[in-house]
């Protein structure tokens, strides 16, 4: 081939090409001009929404402070007046007190649920403006793609003819450079929008979960109110509102409750099983985790300090866990993923004399857990639970001197439900009926303190 009809070749290709490329930043920018126009537009009402939707979270969120506040206060309330002496009048006091704190709590949760939909509105908000963003920039990828296509499908000849003088070609070298990189820009930035796109998603998903849980909450809250009220019309009712008569009703639940005890005690004392102590975990490894977000310990496990830093194992008569401080109210939570094995009340059976309403739970390392006096069961025998699920709420069930947590560690060899009949049957004498709870023989019960 003769030297010039190679170079014209070279020439036309690069003409060509420049040309196509050229012709593309001129486009580029009229339609990044005309999206982003209507974007500003778009961006500037939805700015206003989201402005006014934060806005909105910022006031509820103090307004959750200043009920929280009204909380402790209820708390401090209560505290204060559980130092009083035993009287009618003071458990009514503690009554009323609790249940303006659960009213307080309600209208918190209320507010929260308010916050939480709110977020989920502005996140769908910043979705919806994500798509459109990305729609219109897809489409005008798009549009320069179809116009450099258009272009490269012209005729050599006619792109030549086109151009005054080949001499521009190398005029427009840097306008190739320019074009690429505005691509680069444009894909990279279809790419952040989408990332963002899925993060909003996900926070959705998240702000949805966090709406179910409070909504649960608000509707454990307001049966928990339900049982405080029922629970002052039973003191009413059984004390006449005489303070003579709820003197009387006390001693009388202190004499069952002690008479009860010791009846167990004599029970559990005749159940026989061999512990390996290679089947339990090592002491001071913490493999439960506290069931309570705020730990006060009211009452150690056994008689004596030396009980609750030293053996792992109690094998004498005395406290066979810990209470924990827990107003009514408060979530109550697994210390370790489980089964459930059982739940109960024993107020039914025997009233105000036992564990009240009480868990089970099973985890499957040699161990298992008691919670007791709660006021409201949140699972069921056979349910599969996971560490820090609320398994209730703690409460003033069975014998209590004070709303609080009993928490009873013990090896799951030792432990089993009481049953009506079989080789677990147990027949209360001082309540005069089948007593459901659980059992186990003295060696069974285990120093919680060892394993938090």
Same mark, same amino acid.
């Given at each position: 081939?003769?030297?010039?009809?190679?170079?014209?070749?070279?020439?036309?290709?690069?003409? !060509?090409?420049?040309?196509?490329?050229?012709?593309?930043?001129?486009?580029?920018?009229?339609?990044?001009?005309?999206?982003?126009?209507?974007?500003?537009?778009?961006?500037?009402?939805?700015?206003?929404?989201?402005?006014?939707?934060?806005?909105?979270?910022?006031?509820?969120?103090?307004? !959750?402070?200043?009920?929280?506040?009204?909380?402790?206060?209820?708390?401090?309330?209560?505290?204060?007046?559980?130092?009083?002496?035993? &009287?009618?009048?003071?458990?009514?006091?503690?009554?009323? /007190?609790?249940?303006?704190?659960?009213?307080?709590?309600?209208?918190?949760?209320?507010?929260?649920?308010?916050?939480?939909?709110?977020?989920?509105?502005?996140?769908?908000?910043?979705?919806?403006?994500?798509?459109?963003?990305?729609?219109?920039? =897809?489409?005008?990828?798009?549009?320069?793609?179809? #116009?450099?296509?258009?272009?490269?499908?012209?005729? %050599?000849?006619?792109?030549?003819?086109?151009?005054?003088?080949?001499?521009?070609?190398?005029?427009?070298?840097?306008?190739?450079?320019?074009?690429?990189? /505005?691509?680069?820009?444009?894909?990279?930035?279809?790419?952040?929008?989408?990332?963002?796109?899925?993060? #909003?998603?996900?926070?959705?998903?998240?702000?949805?979960?966090?709406?179910?849980?409070?909504? /649960?909450?608000?509707?454990?809250?307001?049966?928990?109110?339900?049982?405080?009220?029922?629970?002052?019309?039973?003191?009413?009712?059984?004390?006449?509102? @005489?303070?003579?008569?709820?003197?009387?009703?006390?001693?009388?639940?202190?004499?069952?409750?002690?008479?009860?005890?010791?009846?167990?005690?004599?029970?559990?004392?005749? =159940?026989?099983?061999?512990?390996?102590?290679?089947?339990?975990?090592?002491?001071?490894?913490?493999?439960?985790?506290?069931? =309570?977000?705020? !730990?006060?310990?009211?009452?150690?496990? +056994?008689?004596?300090?030396?009980?609750?830093?030293?053996?792992?194992? $109690?094998?004498? @008569?005395?406290? #066979?866990?810990?209470?924990?401080?827990? &107003?009514?109210?408060?979530?109550?939570?697994?210390?370790?993923?489980?089964?459930?094995?059982?739940?109960?009340?024993?107020?039914?059976?025997?009233?105000?004399?036992? $564990?009240?309403?009480?868990?089970? =739970?099973?985890?499957?390392?040699?161990?298992?857990? %008691?919670?007791?006096?709660?006021?409201?069961?949140?699972?069921?025998?056979?349910?599969?639970?996971?560490?820090?699920? !609320?398994?209730?709420?703690? +409460?003033?069930?069975?014998?209590?001197?004070?709303?609080?947590?009993?928490?009873?560690?013990? /090896?799951?060899?030792?432990?089993?439900?009481?049953?009506?009949?079989?080789?677990?049957?147990?027949?209360?004498?001082?309540?005069?009926?089948?007593?459901?709870?659980?059992?186990?023989?003295? #060696?069974?019960?285990?120093?919680?303190?060892?394993?938090?």
């Amino acid at each position: 081939m003769p030297k010039y009809f190679r170079i014209f070749g070279t020439l036309t290709f690069l003409f !060509v090409s420049v040309s196509v490329i050229s012709t593309a930043p001129a486009f580029l920018l009229a339609e990044e001009n005309t999206a982003a126009t209507e974007e500003l537009s778009s961006e500037d009402e939805a700015g206003k929404e989201v402005a006014e939707l934060k806005k909105m979270i910022a006031d509820r969120n103090a307004e !959750v402070e200043g009920i929280e506040k009204e909380i402790a206060l209820y708390q401090k309330q209560i505290d204060e007046t559980g130092k009083e002496s035993d &009287s009618l009048k003071k458990e009514l006091k503690i009554l009323e /007190a609790e249940k303006g704190k659960l009213l307080a709590e309600i209208k918190a949760t209320e507010k929260k649920i308010s916050i939480t939909n709110t977020n989920i509105n502005n996140l769908n908000l910043g979705i919806a403006g994500k798509n459109e963003s990305i729609n219109k920039s =897809l489409d005008t990828l798009g549009a320069i793609i179809k #116009n450099v296509d258009s272009l490269e499908s012209k005729n %050599i000849v006619e792109l030549v003819l086109a151009e005054d003088k080949i001499s521009d070609i190398w005029e427009s070298m840097d306008t190739l450079i320019s074009v690429e990189n /505005a691509l680069k820009t444009h894909i990279e930035n279809v790419r952040k929008l989408k990332q963002n796109l899925e993060d #909003n998603k996900k926070n959705k998903e998240a702000e949805r979960k966090k709406l179910l849980g409070f909504k /649960a909450t608000l509707a454990d809250q307001k049966k928990i109110v339900e049982i405080n009220q029922s629970d002052k019309n039973t003191v009413l009712k059984e004390t006449n509102n @005489k303070e003579s008569e709820y003197r009387k009703l006390l001693s009388e639940r202190l004499t069952k409750k002690n008479k009860l005890e010791r009846e167990i005690y004599e029970f559990e004392s005749k =159940l026989r099983v061999d512990i390996d102590p290679a089947s339990l975990p090592p002491a001071g490894g913490r493999v439960l985790s506290w069931p =309570l977000d705020f !730990v006060k310990i009211t009452q150690y496990f +056994g008689d004596t300090p030396f009980a609750t830093k030293n053996p792992q194992v $109690y094998h004498g @008569k005395g406290h #066979n866990g810990i209470d924990l401080k827990a &107003s009514v109210g408060t979530k109550i939570k697994a210390s370790l993923g489980g089964r459930v094995v059982g739940t109960g009340n024993t107020d039914t059976s025997c009233y105000k004399a036992s $564990y009240g309403k009480w868990v089970l =739970l099973e985890h499957g390392n040699g161990l298992s857990t %008691i919670y007791g006096h709660l006021s409201l069961i949140k699972v069921s025998q056979g349910e599969i639970v996971s560490t820090g699920q !609320v398994i209730g709420y703690s +409460g003033n069930t069975g014998y209590t001197t004070g709303p609080h947590l009993h928490f009873t560690v013990l /090896a799951s060899k030792a432990v089993r439900i009481s049953e009506p009949t079989g080789p677990n049957k147990y027949i209360s004498i001082t309540c005069g009926t089948y007593l459901r709870l659980p059992i186990s023989p003295q #060696n069974g019960y285990l120093n919680p303190l060892s394993y938090l």
